[in-house]
């Protein structure tokens, strides 16, 4: 193994670790925000469920589209060392100054901008950079359409009645029925129905992940359907330590989304260096990723975690749950498409969603504009920062 790979494995580590607090707010904004845990206890929770990923999210898909970013005849040492270093310039350099905008796309911005210097635009792979730009503007609409109706399901269900429980029993149904179609069990192996089958249906990462979100949501149906009897400060009381399971599972969904990119670069980095083959990816690859990017969440990222729990509207632990909720399913349903996506677009998102339920003006649209502004600068300076890099790399490689 060469000193360079060496090297680039160090700073692609380095950058999961980066990742990790520079993301800490992504879960933890609004639980610390509504005071249900303290930020030490908050950066602990949210670790835990960043490498819990590890066990969940097996196929690797967001990785591969990563690796697939840059055309194979154009990836080089030299390339993927320049992308790293001007990503992490970047995340760097936003978190100094509180601004929450996207490693994802810090990563893919600065692998793509040293690509285009080595080889023209003609390196770049044009499919999965359209889907990933694409998603800079999905993927915190999604969140947000999906946190304002979440919201309206629960200040809908707080109305006296039977209106609102038929409606939260009907969605129970929905939801049970969609889950069990997506973790596909074979009728045919119904027969032998045993409890080692029923493990190895729960513990196939696909069936595991739509698991997780039909839990979550059938455990929503059934809270809805009790809130109406339930007075204001105990309606809350619940919304604290619901609030616990909705981060632990968006926690979950970042890991499983962000970690998974630094795999990518450095399976690609590993396959340039004559390592592996095409394709392949050690063991150790995944477990050393989850492993960084939570120590890196568990050192926190106070600065951020004050932008997004504060600046952007005044949560409540009602819309933390409902913001959290909607960004982690947003964040399971990209995964599964592979698209890499922005896990500080989605709640941003979502954080404005809810904000907006109250009324539009709850929203601090001046700070959500500022956000924007960030988001559209990070891919084009990522890749001016890694074509600069790279041509300075070239005088010594």
């Not at 670790?47 to 999210?57: G, P, Q, S, W």
């Not at 304002?148 to 006296?160: A, M, P």
């Not at 399971?245 to 970042?254: K, T, W």
């Not at 995944?286 to 106070?302: D, Q």
Request: proline share 3%.
């Amino acid at each position: 193994m060469s000193v360079l790979l060496i090297v680039i494995i160090v700073l692609a580590l380095l950058f999961d670790y980066i990742n990790g607090f520079h993301d800490a707010a992504n879960s933890i904004a609004t639980v610390v925000s509504t005071k249900v845990l303290t930020p030490l206890q908050a950066v602990l929770w949210a670790a835990l469920f960043n490498f819990v990923a590890f066990f969940i999210f097996k196929d690797h898909g967001v990785a591969k589209t990563v690796a697939k970013t840059v055309h194979d005849g154009y990836i080089t040492l030299p390339v993927i060392f320049s992308g790293l270093v001007a990503a992490i310039a970047w995340n760097l350099f936003t978190w100094w100054f509180g601004i929450p905008s996207s490693s994802s796309h810090t990563l893919i911005g600065g692998f793509a901008g040293a690509a285009i210097a080595n080889g023209g635009f003609a390196a770049i792979n044009s499919e999965p950079v359209i889907k990933t730009v694409s998603f800079i503007v999905l993927a915190p609409l999604i969140g947000m359409i999906m946190a304002f109706i979440i919201s309206l399901w629960f200040i809908y269900s707080f109305r006296k009645g039977w209106r609102p429980k038929v409606v939260s029993l009907i969605i129970m149904v929905t939801v049970s029925l969609l889950v069990f179609h997506y973790i596909e069990t074979d009728p045919s192996k119904l027969k032998n129905y045993h409890e080692s089958y029923i493990a190895n249906v729960l513990l196939e990462s696909k069936n595991l992940k739509w698991l997780l979100l039909g839990v979550i949501m059938v455990a929503m149906c059934v809270f809805t359907m009790v809130l109406g009897s339930l007075n204001t400060a105990s309606a809350t009381q619940f919304l604290k330590r619901f609030q616990l399971v909705s981060s632990a599972i968006f926690s979950v969904g970042h890991g499983g989304n962000d970690a998974q990119k630094v795999m990518g670069i450095i399976t690609a980095a590993l396959y340039c260096g004559g390592e592996i083959a095409k394709d392949q990816m050690p063991t150790w690859v995944p477990l050393a990723c989850y492993t960084a990017i939570a120590v890196g969440t568990m050192s926190g990222g106070w600065k951020i975690i004050k932008t997004m729990g504060t600046r952007i509207t005044k949560v409540t632990p009602f819309e933390g749950v409902a913001a959290e909720t909607a960004g982690a399913i947003t964040l399971f349903l990209t995964e599964n498409l592979k698209i890499p996506v922005s896990t500080t677009h989605t709640i941003t998102g979502s954080i404005i969603g809810v904000g907006a339920t109250k009324r539009v003006s709850a929203v601090r649209w001046g700070v959500t504009i500022n956000l924007l502004w960030a988001w559209i600068l990070t891919i084009p300076v990522s890749a001016m920062l890694a074509a600069g890099c790279y041509a300075i790399v070239r005088l010594f490689v």
